[in-house]
């Protein structure tokens, strides 16, 4: 194995072992701490995509760049392309119901499998006042369940019980697909596709983690031109971004 924190920003390869340092394995008390995809406490390690825990380190599942994040905890993942989507718990994603069965929605999320939705998994949902939700639907919503040996679920509720801008989304709009790498980028911090696209027009944004992005604006038009951009910013620098953004501006 090599140090994790030697390789990164470099290319990893599936089956490589990163060492980490002996801080992460143990504890005040001896114990070995373990990493999870949830919020950690201060001191623990985050294992994120494309890596999983194997002995005393990290086994890489996936090919990409190695990336850490030092704050907190500290986390490690592998940054890569992909197009297919692997369900993670915790993951927001959009799906496209399918099918009813019974009391269950069944959503395409770009997996392997579609997920299952239960009618009592939105805000305010009984069994008399169940949700108008039809084949064809546009859903934001959580997996609670995500892992290889059972079926992904999701939900349109966090813990307390409100939907927290989880449910069906509009019909009007435009739904797309990107990367992974990508979505990523969008959903990070202050991003800066996202704020100079805010200042050409107004627009809704809903971003998922299975690399589907829906977007409305004003008109059409303004839907499709921030379409094009977002597609587009994947292969464009940041001074391209910009005089595309500034042409679009002045006219």
Known sequence: GTAAEALVGQVVLPGDLLLLPAHYDEDAEGERLRLSAGTAPQGRLLCGPGLRRSGAGLLVTKC?????????????WVDSQQKRYVPVKGDHVIGIVTAKAG????????????????????????KRNRPNVQVGD???????????????????????????GMGIIGQDGFLFKVSLGLIRKLLAPKCEIIQELSQLYPFELVLGMNGRIWVKA????????????????????????KQALAKLSGT
């Open 103 to 126: 009391d269950v929605f069944r959503l395409d999320v770009g997996g392997s499998e579609p997920a299952s939705l239960s009618y009592l998994a939105f805000e305010g949902a009984t």
């Open 64 to 76: 990409g760049l190695l990336r850490h994040r030092p704050a907190g905890g500290g986390a490690y």
């Open 218 to 241: 004003k008109t059409v038009q303004q839907t499709l031109i921030i379409v094009n951009i977002l597609e587009a910013c994947e292969y464009m620098t940041a001074e391209q971004r």
């Open 138 to 164: 546009l859903i934001y919503g959580q997996f609670v369940v995500a892992n290889k040996d059972m079926e992904p679920e999701m939900v349109c509720i966090d813990s307390s019980g409100k939907s927290s």
